[in-house]
């Protein structure tokens, strides 16, 4: 069973920063692309940023790209999204997701991912 545990979210005022950090469960982390997700109330979830399984390459949505970073750290089994200058837009609720194993297309939506954590709230103020 594998679990993903975010952290770091919080209220922070426009232009911003926060770090999220998912850390998961398992021995099998450095084999799968992982992926960030985003919830805003009233809207469907949303892609945010997804990794490969070695942190060699990176995609993000245009809402985000340049002000979001994803990285990882097989080490230690943790994924992280570094968000900066943050805008009131980017407020909603912050999930990380485990993808599929290395050799196959790292998704960009949903239905990619097979495990997901419980979310975390970030809320920017105008």
């Known amino acids: 069973q594998v679990q993903l545990v975010e952290s770091g979210g919080g209220l922070v005022q426009a232009g911003g920063s926060l770090r999220l950090s998912c850390a998961a469960s398992g021995r099998t982390f450095s084999n799968y692309h992982m992926g960030w997700f985003r919830q805003a109330p009233g809207k469907e979830r949303e892609f945010v940023a997804a990794i490969s399984w070695s942190g060699g390459s990176t995609y993000y949505a245009d809402s985000v790209k340049g002000r979001f970073t994803i990285s990882r750290d097989n080490a230690k089994n943790t994924v992280y999204l570094q968000m900066n200058s943050l805008k009131p837009e980017d407020t909603a609720v912050y999930y990380c997701?485990?993808?599929?194993?290395?050799?196959?297309?790292?998704?960009?939506?949903?239905?990619?991912?097979?495990?997901w954590g419980q979310g975390t709230q970030v809320t920017v103020s105008s």
């Open positions: 997701a485990r993808g599929g194993p290395r050799l196959t297309t790292i998704p960009t939506t949903p239905l990619g991912y097979t495990y």
